[in-house]
């Protein structure tokens, strides 16, 4: 799944922005989860804000939040505010998971999908970035991240 449509921004959530288009005064948005329909509590707060501005409740199936009262509102939040830290938290155990593996040499990252060395040889035998685009079929932006390159 492409990570604009999983990773903490709205960006590229194309139908959540159509349903909250579609939604009129006096309509009800109801969800199963809070954490389905944002991704942290920054994003949670915009939307509740445009819902709100609108007059459309907001309404949780499996979380006690009804945003037409007080008390909803207060839970909305704190179930936000959690969210975020669980998602915070759990970006910390992978950055530490990744640099111990980093540390132990299991972790090397992603394979490369293109021969950096030939890349650089071509470049040393003299032909612009142009020519090796040519031979190699890889993108100007790549060839010059290759070219750029401190260690590989």
Same mark, same amino acid.
Not at 89 to 112: D, H, N, V
């Given at each position: #799944?492409?990570? $604009?449509?999983?990773?903490?921004?709205?960006? +590229?959530? =194309?139908?959540?922005?159509? /349903?909250?288009?579609?939604?009129?005064?006096?309509?009800?948005?109801?969800?199963?989860?809070?954490?389905?329909?944002? !991704?942290?509590?920054?994003?949670? %707060?915009?939307?509740?804000?445009?819902?709100?501005?609108?007059?459309?409740? /907001? @309404?949780?199936? %499996?979380?006690?939040?009804?945003?037409?009262?007080? $008390? +909803? =509102? #207060?839970?909305?939040?704190?179930?936000?505010?959690? $969210? %975020?830290?669980?998602?915070e938290?759990?970006?910390?155990?992978?950055?530490?998971? @990744?640099? =111990?593996?980093?540390?132990?040499?299991?972790?090397?990252?992603?394979?490369?999908s293109?021969?950096?060395?030939?890349?650089?040889?071509?470049?040393?035998? +003299? /032909? +612009?970035?142009?020519?090796? #685009? !040519? %031979?190699?079929?890889?993108?100007?932006?790549?060839?010059?991240?290759?070219?750029n390159?401190?260690?590989?």
């Open positions: #799944m492409d990570q $604009a449509l999983t990773g903490p921004s709205r960006e +590229g959530r =194309k139908e959540l922005d159509n /349903l909250l288009q579609f939604l009129r005064a006096g309509d009800s948005l109801v969800v199963t989860r809070i954490n389905r329909l944002a !991704r942290s509590i920054s994003d949670l %707060q915009d939307i509740v804000r445009y819902l709100e501005d609108k007059k459309i409740s /907001l @309404i949780c199936t %499996q979380q006690p939040i009804d945003t037409s009262n007080a $008390a +909803g =509102k #207060m839970f909305l939040n704190l179930l936000g505010v959690f $969210a %975020q830290f669980e998602t938290l759990r970006r910390e155990r992978q950055l530490e998971g @990744i640099a =111990k593996a980093k540390a132990e040499g299991i972790y090397k990252g992603r394979k490369q293109y021969d950096h060395g030939r890349v650089k040889q071509l470049k040393a035998n +003299g /032909l +612009g970035v142009v020519e090796i #685009m !040519r %031979q190699t079929g890889i993108s100007k932006t790549h060839v010059y991240r290759i070219l390159k401190r260690c590989i």
